[in-house]
């Protein structure tokens, strides 16, 4: 079992940059692909980026591409998402999870955090 617990959101204005982060408790943690998901009010949970067990490689939304990065720290059971010049529409509860799979689908993930919430402001 992991458990995954994220930090980091808050509230911040349009251009800024927040970090989040999702620390995983479990021996588990380094063989497992992790990733980034968020969900608005209103909408369904969408896909924010991923990144294989190693580091070695990430997919990001289209969305996402060149402002926010997908990172990991396999010693420190940690996994990070560098958000840079944030939108309004950037707003949502912001979900790390974990899988077995390298997938932008989210019911591909056996393991969730509880969410941190990020809000944009403009």
């Known amino acids: 079992q992991v458990q995954l617990v994220e930090s980091g959101g808050g509230l911040v204005q349009a251009g800024g940059s927040l970090r989040l982060s999702c620390a995983a408790s479990g021996r588990t943690f380094s063989n497992l692909a992790m990733g980034w998901f968020r969900q608005a009010p209103g909408k369904e949970r969408e896909f924010v980026a991923v990144?294989?067990?190693?580091?070695?490689?990430?997919t990001d939304a289209d969305f996402v591409k060149g402002r926010f990065t997908i990172s990991r720290d396999n010693a420190k059971n940690k996994m990070y998402l560098q958000m840079n010049s944030l939108k309004p529409e950037d707003t949502a509860v912001y979900y790390c999870?974990?899988?077995?799979?390298?997938?932008?689908?989210?019911?591909?993930?056996?393991?969730w955090g509880q969410g941190t919430q990020v809000t944009v402001s403009s």
């Open positions: 990144i294989t067990w190693d580091g070695r490689s990430t």
């Open positions: 999870a974990g899988g077995s799979y390298y997938s932008t689908t989210y019911s591909d993930y056996n393991y």
